[in-house]
């Protein structure tokens, strides 16, 4: 996880601190940071709350891991990711 931390040090120089930040693995879920909170939570789609906007997840059979201290996993097929206001 060294690595990903030091992407998201440069990303947050960048002003995106704020944002959810993720990294996806395809066909297994994803690791999701900076979230404020659970928005909406169905099978095929969850909506997730940063501290400035929201992250819509799409996909198949999704569920929620872990989900402590603003960070959260999320299992499952997940085939989008779009940022919201």
């Given at each position: 996880m060294r690595l990903f931390s030091e992407?998201?040090?440069e990303l947050a120089a960048e002003g995106n601190s704020l944002?959810?930040?993720y990294?996806?693995?395809d066909g297994?879920?994803?690791y999701f940071q900076n979230v404020k909170r659970?928005?909406?939570f169905?099978?095929?789609k969850i909506v997730l709350q940063g501290r400035k906007g929201t992250l819509g997840i799409e996909g198949?059979?999704?569920s929620l891991g872990k989900y402590f201290g603003g960070d959260?996993?999320?299992l499952g097929n997940i085939i989008r990711v779009e940022r919201g206001e």
């Open positions: 992407i998201l040090k944002r959810v930040q990294s996806v693995v297994k879920g994803g659970l928005i909406e169905s099978e095929r198949e059979n999704l959260l996993t999320v």
